[in-house]
């Protein structure tokens, strides 16, 4: 077989997504290691008053760019913005790009989707229901088309315990569904919507497992391949360690304890964070797709569906985010890089009990933000921190259900795909996480977050440190003055608590003393 950047010389690829937080990935990524594509088009819809020419001409300018730019200084030119919207008839296309497209694409990366789980469903199907059969039936009028890779969830069928690589039939027929939405109100949706999701917890994995089967039911003679990823995370590699430009997922509640906010979260110490780095998922999508392309006159009879998880080949559990005695993990790392104006010192408990993180969210998160806004007030300035707080619990019920189980995913097409390829495209295309060090990686995640997301300079490091050491010092204070009160009300009643008091704090000052003189002593 040719090698990956062989397959992909001389073609022409469409991307939807590609200002997504992944498409933009795969677009660095196949114009910098397939040096010799023709010309990616990517499918783009204005948005607050910008072109898609200006919108795309924003993601190539970004950081994230920059290694290509140095590389490949005029690869800017084989990008085409193509003026769409994938929620429109005919995907907002003119007469002049349907024929341009039909007439020129070799290989379609479907990645647009909305990621929102609490998305209404009626939004949450227009966008990753409808517009994925448009882009099917598109497909089917490119007249040169390899490959049609579509691009899913691990969590599509969250309602198995075991996930194998094979599309599964929903208990709900999309084309019925696409029948009674379009005369159903707002009203009558959201009355159906619970009994739709069944077990699943939100419309995201459920729209997600409709989009599959749409995708196996309308191919008909498309090569179609399917990559799951589970959680995506910050780059583990490329274009550099640590690259994250949004708050979604773990990046949240990473920024969240980091800033001292996040407190405690219900979330199983045991169960599998199954995070997958960005650039492990975009170099899985661009193997499958040549491998199913390379392989066009002599494909399987069904899709192949690649599941591109770690946790069944290199777990990391949720315990671990705030694992005191790793000092390469989140808590740690924001200890010793901490992010500038921290709320409190990082800190964040994890427990399976709803009554007990009811107690903490009310002890630990509300408790101290009604006191910081009522400070705030005090001082005349606009109270915030509640209205923080809240919005990370609504965050934090959403990802509840992901951080209190685990699943098995199979991974044996994974496991092929890697064994086809060549060692040198297995370097170049490296998607083996046996080779992800957790400890390594989550720093680099971290310090991620506080780098490209929050936009935080290094150089702010040692005014960080100090601030932390103030919180710590109020903290300090904070507990004296309880302890203090503490005895005030209750140990000052009684003769026998204040017998044992002074004998404790007289022995305390004996020790002192004893250190202060042997200190002193000369050998």
Request: proline share 4%.
């Amino acid at each position: 077989m040719v090698s990956i950047p062989e397959y992909y010389a001389g073609k022409n690829v469409l991307i939807t997504g590609a200002t997504g937080f992944m498409g933009k990935v795969l677009l660095e990524k196949l114009l910098r290691s397939c040096p010799q594509v023709r010309s990616v088009y990517v499918m783009v819809r204005p948005k607050a008053g910008q072109s898609p020419q200006t919108r795309i001409a924003d993601v190539i300018n970004s950081k994230l760019f920059d290694r290509l730019q140095e590389e490949q200084p005029d690869f800017a030119e084989k990008i085409i913005a193509v003026n769409s919207d994938l929620t429109q008839k005919d995907l907002n296309l003119s007469k002049e790009d349907q024929a341009t497209l039909a007439e020129h694409i070799h290989i379609v990366f479907h990645w647009a989707a909305t990621v929102r789980f609490n998305e209404p469903l009626k939004d949450a199907f227009q966008l990753n229901v409808l517009a994925t059969q448009k882009m099917v039936t598109l497909a089917h009028s490119m007249k040169h088309l390899e490959v049609f890779l579509h691009v899913s969830t691990a969590y599509a069928n969250c309602d198995r315990e075991l996930i194998e690589e094979v599309v599964y039939t929903p208990p709900v027929d999309y084309r019925k569904l696409i029948e009674s939405l379009d005369w159903m109100d707002e009203k009558m949706v959201s009355a159906l919507t619970p009994k739709l999701l069944g077990k699943r917890p939100n419309t995201y994995t459920f729209t997600k497992a409709l989009a599959e089967h749409l995708v196996q039911q309308e191919a008909g003679s498309l090569n179609v391949a399917i990559v799951r990823p589970s959680i995506v995370g910050a780059s583990w590699k490329e274009p550099f360690p640590g690259w994250i430009d949004n708050f979604n997922g773990p990046s949240g509640i990473f920024i969240a304890a980091g800033k001292g906010i996040l407190r405690t979260m219900r979330a199983a110490n045991d169960a599998v964070a199954d995070l997958v780095p960005v650039d492990v998922v975009i170099n899985t999508t661009l193997a499958a797709a040549w491998y199913s392309g390379a392989q066009m006159h002599n494909r399987p009879k069904n899709i192949m569906v690649y599941n591109c998880t770690t946790g069944g080949i290199n777990p990391f559990r949720w315990g671990e985010v705030g694992n005191k005695l790793n000092h390469h993990h989140v808590i740690s790392t924001f200890k010793r890089n901490p992010l500038e104006q921290a709320f409190r010192r990082p800190n964040v408990n994890l427990t399976t009990n709803h009554l007990i993180n009811q107690y903490w969210i009310a002890v630990s998160h509300k408790a101290p933000a009604f006191l910081y806004d009522l400070y705030l007030r005090l001082i005349g300035r606009e109270p915030r921190m509640m209205k923080t707080i809240n919005r990370l619990h609504k965050a934090m019920m959403v990802l509840e259900y992901f951080t209190s189980n685990s699943w098995v995913w199979n991974t044996e097409n994974l496991s092929m795909l890697m064994a086809r390829m060549s060692p040198e495209d297995k370097k170049v295309f490296n998607f083996d996480v046996r080779q992800l060090n957790w400890a390594e990686y989550m720093e680099s995640y971290c310090m991620g977050t506080k780098k490209y997301v929050l936009n935080e300079d290094l150089s702010g490091l040692p005014a960080a440190r100090k601030h932390l050491n103030k919180l710590r010092n109020i903290r300090y204070a904070f507990n004296t003055i309880l302890v203090v009160l503490f005895w005030r009300v209750f140990i000052a009643r009684s003769q026998m608590a204040r017998n044992i008091w002074y004998f404790v704090v007289s022995l305390c000052f004996k020790f002192l003393s004893y250190f202060r003189a042997s200190s002193t002593m000369r050998y």
